[in-house]
């Protein structure tokens, strides 16, 4: 047998938290509150079908190799999106990736090498904590509230730290958070970004959850205050995707940075899939071009938010006084703590006993140490199975308080 030694960073890794829990999914009649799945259900399987028709008007493009950058019309139609959100873009700034995640993990590549300080928001978004912890980054905690970042505790962390601890980068979810559906308001956007041009480092802006706002509660990205705020000197590097506003077996992405990180992402890409596949990119143009994105996504705008006020009224009526939560106001997520200390892994192993399943609080905190919270998803069920999941969840949630 071959017994080559794997790089430090491989040596031991662990997975994704979240994929681990696939086994579990496999249990007859378990109700799932655990992944972050968009809703099949409101997939717009016939303009996809439509838009996958016409990929092949221009065959030789869809089965070709295409531009690292991404395909002109997909870039083009990225640049509208992005302005319809309140961005100012033309094609040219867009990047196209291989899903979002692509994008941060080329930033992590052009910016990370071992011991670089990273400020992350926290409770993170795991797939974020696991590309920085392979790139050994200096990961540091910065928390949030039921407004999102904490910008002044971040004020304080940074006038405290020593200059050689301030971060290259901080990465974000300001609009209904990944994991805790929370909401920045314009105030400490705009709070924010003058910290980032005040100590000099770059705000990671991810982006997939903020079209899906309820009741017109969004705000425009971060970046759109950047631009205000800074012009050129934006200190937001923006990433997005289609994958919850699509579909996310597309794989399409988009970053939006100054030339010089693009170029380099660019050159990142280039060595890891050289081009995001020009089917998907096509098919994604077709579809954004057909003019049904509006109404599809107002359609899961309305459904989410159908599905997240079950999931919070079941919630008061099956655990009434064990549950801490705020009401998100767009996204895919709900994030729980307990009045009282609970013994987690009990209740992980009762809940799975029971028939539900939840993603536990560990897997968002990079530094450990905390554990009393999960994060339910209220996108793929139905109101039905979230009121049935809820009660799973009431009789697990019974009994398993650690005695004080
Ligand atoms: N960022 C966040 C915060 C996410 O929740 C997800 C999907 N779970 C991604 C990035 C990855 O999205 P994509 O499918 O575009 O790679």
Known sequence: MVAVEFTS???????????ELFPYLSKPGLISFAGGYPSPSLFDVEGLMDAGRRVFDDPAAALQYGATEGMPALREALAQLSVVRGISCEPD??????????????????????????YLETPAYPAAIQALRLAGAAIHESPVD????????????????APADRPKLLYTVPSFSNPCGTLLPQS????????????????VEDDPYGELSFDDAGVP????????????????????????TVAPALRVGWLLAPPDVRRRCAIAKQTSDLCTAPVAQLMAAHYLNSGRYPANLGRTCAEYQRRMSAMVQALRDEAPDTLKFVEPRGGMFLWVEFEQKMDMSRLFQSAVENGVLYVPGAAFYPLGGRDQAM??????????????????????????????
Do not use: C, H, M, W
Request: neutral net charge; glycine residues 8%.
């Open 375 to 404: 994060r339910l998803s209220y996108a793929t069920p139905t109101v039905e199975q979230i009121q049935e999941g809820a009660r799973r969840l009431g009789r697990a949630l019974a009994g398993v308080a650690v005695p004080s």
């Open 93 to 118: 700034q867009v990047l196209v990736t291989t899903g979002s995640q692509q994008a941060f993990d080329l930033l992590v590549r052009i910016f990370v090498e071992p011991g670089t300080p990273v």
């Open 221 to 244: 990205p971060l970046y759109a205050t950047g631009q205000n705020r800074a012009g050129e000197d934006n200190p937001v590097l923006y990433l997005s995707s289609l994958s919850k």
């Open 9 to 19: 960073a491989f040596a031991n890794p662990s997975g994704s938290p979240i994929r």
């Open 146 to 161: 039921a407004d999102g970042l904490d910008v002044e505790r971040l004020a304080q962390q940074l006038e405290e730290a």
């Open 188 to 203: 400490r956007r705009e709070a924010l970004v003058d910290l980032a041009l005040r100590y000099g480092f770059f705000i």
